[in-house]
């Protein structure tokens, strides 16, 4: 049994230097496909998306730049501690209550 591949996420960026190397390049799309290490199928959908969507093609997430990974990075450690502090809050009135 083959070993599957975990999923990965690929910048709009990507994709669309992926398929405007398929266009140009004279290179075979397998070999395309071995130097950017995607699957030959993933490389037609992207080009099959970018055709019919254009500038709505590849919404997705993708990879972040540093600000906006920053951003993101802390928004959920505020979110992490807000949550603790409720916690604490919590256990406060718990043992504020007992002590009486």
């Not at 290490?37 to 969507?53: C, E, G, P, S």
């Amino acid at each position: 049994m083959s070993e599957r591949r975990a999923y990965r996420r690929y910048s709009k960026e990507f994709k669309l230097e992926a398929i405007r190397q398929m266009t140009t390049s004279n290179k075979p799309i397998t070999q395309l496909a071995r130097e950017l290490d995607v699957r030959v199928n993933q490389l037609y959908k992207w080009k099959a998306q970018q055709q019919t969507k254009d500038d709505s093609a590849f919404p997705g997430r993708g990879r972040k730049t540093g600000k906006e990974a920053e951003i993101g990075t802390l928004r959920r450690e505020i979110k992490d501690l807000r949550e603790e502090n409720e916690i604490l809050k919590k256990a406060a009135q718990y043992f504020a209550s007992q002590s009486r």
